[in-house]
């Protein structure tokens, strides 16, 4: 077991001598482990899934014709194919491994991994070479386009699928697709060097240079199992509970277009590349700190995300290879696991002080790296989104997995390349070095951002790199990212918008008032549903008056805080507009929070009131609050003498400089903090959030992630204020979600 004294050890050394020590540390921790192989398993069919296997699985359940785990690969072969040996090769290749003669199929309710005999299988063969030239070009393009986004179905089909086009007598494509759920980047190193290996032998008429595998992935997938319990698991889930304990559940950055109800998984990539002068900086930066390459780099993407977010609790995972065992060296598989690496940024650091705290980050998840992300996942239950993946939505890969170069003789090999069409995050930095220089491609979630956008990105982080090869003691906030033509339109606009602020501050207003006007204007539009009612603007107002005048009966009135304990509803909507009228300042507490979390928010803004619906009235927090059911109240309130007899005092109605909320920060850094933003503030950002996601045309967005997130005042303030419409999708559990996809 690695102990704090010895991972201060580890911190000290050099890269190699830190290498071998961990070996030394895991060679006496566990002998057993690293001198047995991992053993055959008793019962060939069917064998559990892996824990990464099972997320997929279950991920495939939710959206079973997504191509967004499609693994395509698309050879040009010049030269003369021998079509025979090509075949034989592939045949040997599944044989070989039977994870790519493996289905996934339900066994009481549980997904199980099923290995079919093998049996040789032709390879298809698509002849084009009738064509003229261009047309020959524009079908091979369409095919693997439409071969790269065929899904597979899990249960039945081969999770390997290859096709042979023949475009002349001695001008081929070749078209590979595998399911993520048997491959990884690994996986294609070993799946390139058995290909040249075995169409070589067999071109020659010779039989395998390949030895037999020792093991197959589903046994790794069962000692996986076995392994990961009792004492073993408990020590590695510790400290990654301690770690993330108090993460922010979401990366807030700047988007282009507001973040969907559900992922759509459509995506794009920008390629970008450094020079071989600052690769070899980032280098020397890194042998100087004692740090990796990778280290570095993420530090630098880190360094960069926390400029665009403002966030200095910055969570990003890490792709790593996983594979620390010999005997799953040579077997393709779905072994890479998701490390999350959280770093906490700010101005005051310099960049090799975040470097550092990089270092010892990446240090501790290697040492912890055999919890399953799977098993992490489900161990800290976090809040489960459509929108966006949990514990972190941005990713850094350093791709340095032994992979070598395709080699078939008497061909020549290119690649047909192809559009990056998906994205499973928001964002993921892939970079590797070659000939002496490191380059990159940002893929991206065109959901949320623009190629232009993606573009601006890569080279704000090129420039930040530089600027820290440089000066690695200056601060983070402080390393260059515009460039000249960028820092001149800066500070155009800024000038622009200053002159706009003054204007707006001569005449500023209230969410009360923008509404109102909305809703004059357009009375017969939806402008809230969700759990089974569709209020007009003209009934969301009329419901609103009434709840306000119940509000101000019990005084409240401009600057009192009022609770919303309430589920993601019509009802909480029309609450918290209910609370502004009436001239308060909304406060939400989100039901799933811990209660000593709600009770420490209710006291600290003293609340004299809480809203709240009658489903949660056995879970209202402790608070000296006056609770009251606004499903109650509506149904009372056909009783219109009772709401107005306590409303006869005159209340005025809140000012722009009055409270409009009060939202509370994640606190990670110690005690949630209050955060109050008044009308005047969140008029102004609303009017430019207008502009920007839904110029002359009213928004439509789904109330789908906690009300207690500042991000969500976006969702669900500016559709009512450009005539749109706000969907309250209610919370799901990964339980009922799961429950939905079996039914």
């Known amino acids: 077991m690695l102990t704090s004294d010895r991972l201060e050890r580890l911190k000290n050394l050099s890269p190699a001598k830190r290498a071998l020590l961990l070996k030394q540390l895991q060679e006496k921790a566990a002998p057993a482990e690293e001198f047995n192989l991992i053993p055959r398993r008793a019962q060939q069919n069917p064998s559990p899934l892996s824990f990464a296997q099972q997320r997929l699985w279950f991920l495939n359940r939710l959206e079973p014709d997504s191509s967004a785990y499609n693994v395509p690969v698309a050879l040009r072969l010049t030269g003369r194919l021998d079509v025979t040996a090509l075949e034989r090769t592939l045949n040997e290749v599944s044989r070989r491994h039977e994870v790519l003669r493996t289905t996934f199929v339900e066994t009481d309710g549980q997904p199980v991994q099923v290995v079919a005999p093998f049996e040789p299988q032709p390879l298809p063969v698509t002849d084009l070479s009738a064509l003229p030239e261009d047309q ?9 386009a439409v071969e790269r986004q065929r899904p597979f179905d899990l249960s039945r089909d081969p999770l390997l699928r290859v096709t042979l086009v023949r475009l002349a007598e001695e001008e081929h494509a070749l078209l590979v697709t595998m399911h993520h759920i048997v491959s990884d980047g690994w996986s294609a190193g070993v799946l390139i060097r058995e290909l040249t290996g075995l169409y070589g032998a067999f071109s020659r008429g010779e039989e395998s240079p390949l030895s037999e595998l020792p093991v197959q992935y589903a046994d790794y997938a069962v000692w996986q ?5 009792g004492e073993t698991l408990e020590q590695q889930l510790g400290y990654w509970k301690e770690q993330l304990a108090g993460a922010p559940a979401l990366l807030a950055l700047p988007t282009d277009r507001p973040r969907p109800a559900v992922q759509s998984y459509r995506g794009a990539t920008h390629h970008f590349s450094l020079t071989a002068e600052l690769t070899e900086r980032l280098h020397e930066l890194s042998r100087r700190h004692d740090a990796t390459l ?12 926390w400029r665009y977010s403002g966030q200095e609790d910055v969570v990003v995972g890490a792709d790593i290879a996983n594979r620390t065992r010999r005997e799953t060296e040579d077997l393709i598989g779905f072994f890479v696991n998701m490390l999350v690496l959280r770093t906490r940024a700010g101005d005051a650091l310099t960049f090799e002080e975040l470097l550092g705290r990089a270092r010892e980050v990446c240090l501790g998840a290697y040492a912890h790296q055999d919890v399953p992300f799977e098993r992490l996942v489900e161990e800290l239950s976090p809040e489960r989104s459509l929108s966006h993946q949990p514990l972190f939505q941005v990713v850094f890969a350093l791709q340095n997995a032994p992979r070598g170069a395709l080699r078939l003789p008497g061909l020549g090999l290119e690649s047909l390349g192809r559009e990056v069409t998906t994205a499973k995050f928001d964002l993921v930095l892939n970079m590797w070095e070659a000939g002496g220089a490191l380059s990159g491609g940002l893929e991206y979630s065109t959901d949320l951002f623009d190629a232009e956008t993606a573009r601006r990105m890569t080279a704000h982080l090129s420039r930040l790199l530089e600027a820290a090869a440089a000066e690695p003691s200056a601060r983070v906030g402080d390393l260059r990212l515009l460039s000249d033509e960028e820092e001149r339109e800066f500070f155009a606009e800024a000038s622009q918008a200053s002159q706009a602020s003054q204007a707006y501050a001569a005449e500023p207003t209230t969410l009360t008032q923008l509404f109102a006007r909305q809703a004059r204007l357009t009375p017969a539009a939806v402008a809230v549903e969700g759990g089974g009612e569709r209020l007009t603007y003209a009934e969301m107002d009329a419901r609103a008056e009434a709840l306000a005048r119940r509000l101000r009966a019990l005084g409240v009135g401009p600057e009192t805080r009022v609770g919303l304990f309430m589920e993601r509803s019509a009802e909480l909507v029309v609450a918290a507009l209910a609370t502004l009228k009436a001239g308060g300042a909304y406060v939400p ?15 600290d803004t003293q609340a004299p009131v809480l809203l709240t619906q009658t489903a949660l009235l056995g879970s209202v927090p402790e608070s000296a609050a006056h609770v009251l059911c606004v ?23 809140a000012a722009p400089a009055n409270l409009c909320y009060v939202i509370y920060t994640s606190g990670s850094t110690g005690r949630p903090k209050g955060v109050g933003v008044t009308h005047a503030a969140a008029a102004e950002y609303l009017s430019w959030a207008a502009a920007a996601y839904s110029p002359g045309r009213p928004a439509r967005m789904a109330l789908y992630s906690s009300v207690a997130f500042d991000l969500t005042v976006t969702s669900l303030w500016l559709p009512l204020l450009t005539g749109g419409a706000v969907a309250a999708c209610p919370g799901q559990s990964a339980a009922a979600l799961e429950d939905a996809v079996a039914t």
Do not use: K, N
């Open 136 to 144: 020959r070009e524009a079908e091979v393009s369409r095919l693997a």
């Open 225 to 229: 199992r076995e392994r990961l319990t």
């Open 294 to 305: 990778f280290m570095t780099l993420l530090a630098g993407w880190q360094a960069l995300l």
């Open 589 to 603: 507490l989100d039901p799933e929070y811990p209660r000593s979390r709600l009770s420490f928010i209710l006291a």
């Open 631 to 653: 499903d109650e109240a509506r149904e009372a309130d056909a009783d219109e003498a009772e709401v107005t007899r306590g409303a006869t005092a005159s209340v005025a109605p």
